[in-house]
């Protein structure tokens, strides 16, 4: 069992810098891949950035330029810096743990104004 809380989300500007986290409790042990998804309303949910535990990094081709995703393992936490945020960034994020199984958090919301 796996659990997961994201922070960090906020009202912003665009052109300005959120930074999420993601703190997992649990059977951390047995965590392949965490990650963080996004979903607009009215759309399904998306791939923001991946990690696994071998520090291989994935990312949207929509946020590849701007995003950051790395890992705090003394904290186990996973850590999304968002910089250069555009109106379209607009969603709840959510974190994503991997094991035998999926696991997320609740989400945190993310809105970029113009």
């Known amino acids: 069992q796996v659990q997961l809380v994201e922070s960090g989300g906020g009202l912003v500007q665009a052109g300005g810098s959120l930074r999420l986290s993601c703190a997992a409790s649990?059977?951390?042990?047995?965590?392949?891949?965490m990650g963080w998804y996004r979903q607009a309303p009215g759309k399904q949910r998306e791939l923001v950035a991946t990690i696994s535990s071998g520090g291989i990094t994935n990312y949207a081709d929509s946020v590849k330029d701007r995003f950051a995703i790395s890992r705090d393992n003394a904290k186990n936490t996973v850590i999304l810096q968002m910089n250069s945020l555009k109106p379209e960034d607009t969603a709840v994020y959510y974190c994503?743990?991997?094991?035998?199984?999926?696991?997320w958090g609740q989400g945190t919301q993310v809105t970029v104004s113009s």
């Open positions: 994503r743990a991997l094991t035998s199984r999926i696991y």
């Open positions: 649990g059977s951390i042990f047995s965590i392949n891949v």
